[in-house]
């Protein structure tokens, strides 16, 4: 008895207040659709959303720092969105969000190309330009891919700081990010083709490939796991930044320490530690202030309608000069710098 | 209160028949089985090095485990676990920031004292409101988390910024084996004793096989309860403070998601989940067990894409355990019982 | 037994205009005003689209997670569930050669598996719900790995990817949402108007009852941890498409953002209450809130307070309320002991 009177209860004002709000969210629709666009036109030359993989993440922040620099000086004003864990699904909110600002550029770093693609095309209709940064997208979701460096290079890079180590042979392996990230398996890709043709390398064997998900912990848990299947493991290669530094402190404070070369892609303030205690060598990185700026500044280019993201077109980018856009609408910023304990007081970030 | 009335029972059986028959004994022997196997197939897997990583791997989650134990054996749960042990590794590299010179033990003490304020607020809420722990730490585990990232930001303390001292902790070994490990051990011990042989521990046990019948029996229920979840609080934070040493940075991410893999060691550590019965030496192997896992498919070279599922059949296997354990014991209470008449 | 007889005769209006669920609709529709006043955009079709696109998975989830709870049971694999799906599905498409169509078919049928797989576990061996999901979390998130490894499959037809976003002429509705609309009526009938419903009621307030009052109590739990399953799975083909990717990973943590939502719209955790309407507010109340908070540019971790806030906030204030209530109501019995025992002294 009582049992049926709650649940008939609840029904019917449940439903009552159902329809209430059905009603008020499609009026919510009807009545503001005239009120979009209009925006906050103010006196800044446009809007400019930068999406980075995840917050709270120091690489990030210096990417974003840089940023928001050429930001102002293209008098755009900058919002940084996303979520607070790296995952794919969790970006598209975010782009929802910019897109409904009516947003002028969206300035992404993907968590995976193909995911954030239908939210980014609904984002391109609502006539926002898509710059992708750190990380690509599929190349059929946004108009210019500004890249760090030729992708090419930093795989080189790596493969020579670890060849210089290990003495030009023995078993490597790669410590990478997400199985899934662009960058990451687009150098990896680089460096076995390297491996395979270049004669310098002949006597190098890359032994395994692990993934510790740009996660302290499990890259931690990967590298052991790494030095204790492979008995024989000259040294290790981390193309990121929490992999080398995780990396770097197993190894510093195992019985690895010095019998193991470690190289990759890190941060200065995060590796400096290692590097002074022997551990790291020498590691590289690009600036990573510059790809927020010139990514800006591409994105105002596209909007000017200067650029569309084609082959050879080229675009001013503040301080650091004239771009010009390659094969495929990918521009790049510069080379990569190489790391050790002579340079790396140098470098703040 | 049955398990009140039988505990003085306990010591009359033979010590030799209540070893064999105890909980902890199938878990003990996945592990051990889990070990040799691995180890015939690599025998690196104990080399010094790699015994010594097994070690420190599992001993953050043994604290968790032993934590989360004391509050399951009370018909409760902490979800918030995760959060709290972040808060606590961050706390500790804010402290060393601030003073970069305060003894070992002092950030120890704080770190305790930090876990332990957040588990009475579960506790508090818990007890008062009259709301199913699960729901009230889901809640928490939100709240906590959210405060953890606006505390943070993107700041993260790495391991550098740390005295050496704190770090050796997770390097130096006496007699082979991790400083912190041994503390994990003295813990879970200490822990252990508390919960056999001191009356407010049984009653945890009474309180989570009746809470009804406990409060009749006498027990202070509430306290009790608030208590437990206090202390797994302070062990969760102390547990903060040890991964702080292990690892190289904690921030904002530090610890998430952790809640459920330390239910599961403590439900393979065959804890019942609806409390009274289980110890906190099962959960412990439990949470070692699970752990070592992962190094072990490393070091068999198995397909580390199988690690996940493996946990999720151990789990079911010790609750199906549990429950044929718990059919045969009812059903030789009932013959005895038949017997007696 | 007196206290019922006093909420009776207080009007069953009031009590309708105060009952929990209705209270959560009051807070969404004022969350709805204040935030098209306040809030810059948020007053617009898209609002509409993006909204109820995002809360989709949740709010499906959430009608058969309610009926899981209000028997008294809990099914904490329904995000892994969508995950395997979604894998298998990926893989289905890129090896087997098979259409779409079938494609689809057969990855229903991983949530029809592993709805009765839990479903036996609980029912058949008589294992805890809870224990034998967190277990079962862990299995199918690990068997969707297994299954399709590390690999993203991304190559679905473009259409289906654009059929799952389109919206309904110009309302911003999304065509999801009919979808949607069949799942929440299909779920409110079976709960509300059938005596399968009220066995799951009565379920949950006590299984010994329900047996003795003819439920048959193992058939009506298997089939819902199945009903959970093939919901899931639904979300986990959703997703993929929406996603316009299949990965072991879709879904991961969706579990608890369904059970607060569940929570929150009034589902009591000891089961036997709670109810169909409430549960589509509480997700809307959640969704909305999100939505309009990062709108306003809130930071990221405010909003997680908030989620947690509310949770806890919506399941205490009920024993804090019921507590007043009894105070008050003590109270005023002490008051009339005290009155009656005075007048009693005064006449004796």
Known sequence: MKLFSTSSRGGRIGSIAAIATAVALAATGCAATNGDGSGDGGDSAGTIAFLPKQLNNPYTDVVLGGGEEGASAIGYDSEVLGPLEASASAQIPFIEQATQQGTNVIVIAANDPDAVGPALQTAREAGAKIVAFDSDTNPDYRDIFISQVVAKDVALIQLEIISEQIGGAGEIAILSATATATNQNEW?????????????????????????????DKSFQETQGLLSSYPDLAGIISPTTVGIAAAAKYISTSNYKGQVALTGLGLPNEMREFVKDGTVQEFALWDPAQLGYVAAFAGKALVDGTITGAEGDTFDAGDMGEITVGENGVAIVGPPTRFNADNIDEYDF | MSTVTHAPAVPRSSAFKRFFTAREIPVAGALIALIVVTYIINPRFLSPQSTKDLMLNATIMVILAVAQALVIITRNVDLSVGAILGLAAFGTGTVFDMFPSIPLV?????????????????????????????????????????????????????????????????????????????????????????????????????????????????????????????????????????????????????????????VAAVVVGGVAIFGGSGTVAGAAIGAVLLSTITGALTATRVDKFWQQAIVGVLILAAIIIDRVVSLRRARKLRVNEAKNV | MSKAITTNSRGQWSRRLIGHDAVIFYILISVVIISMVTVNYFASTLTVGFLLIQVLPILLIAMPMALVIVSGEIDLSVASTAGLTSATMGVLWRDSGLDIGTVMALSLLVGVLCGAFNGFLITTLGLPSLAVTIGTLALYRGLALVVIGDQKVASFPKELNAFVLSKIGNTGIPVMMIFALIVIVFFAVLLHFTPFGRGLYALGYSPQAATFVGVRVGHAKFWMFVATGIVSSMVGIFLTLRLASAGPDNGTGLELSVIAAVLLGGVSIFGGKGNIPGVVGGVLLIGTLTYALRLAKVPETALIIVTGGLLVLSVVSPSVIAWGKERIRLNRVHREVQGQSASGITRA
């Open chain 1, 188 to 216: 990896i890709k680089f460096m076995e083709e390297e491996l395979e043709s270049n004669p310098d390398y002949a006597e190098i064997k890359l032994v395994a490939k692990v993934y510790g998900d740009d996660d302290a």
């Open chain 2, 106 to 262: 002092l950030i120890f003490v704080i770190g305790m004292i930090f876990g332990g304020l957040l588990g009475s607020i579960n506790g508090m809420l818990v007890t008062s409101a009259k709301v199913p722990a699960l729901v009230i730490t889901l809640g928490t585990l939100y709240i906590f988390r959210g405060v953890l990232s606006s505390w943070a930001g993107s700041k993260q303390y790495f391991s550098g910024d740390n005295p050496k001292a704190f770090g050796n902790l997770s390097v130096d070994t006496l007699v082979g084996i991790p400083i912190i490990t041994i503390i994990a051990v003295v813990i879970t011990v200490a822990v252990a004793m508390f919960m056999s042989s001191v009356r407010s521990g049984r009653d945890l046990y009474a309180i989570g096989s009746d809470p009804d019948a406990a409060r009749l029996f006498g027990i202070p229920v509430g306290g009790r309860v608030l208590s437990a979840f206090i202390a797994c609080g302070a062990l969760t934070g102390l547990a903060g403070v040890l991964y702080a040493s292990r690892y190289n940075s904690v921030g904002a991410l530090t610890g998430s998601g952790i809640e459920l893999d330390v």
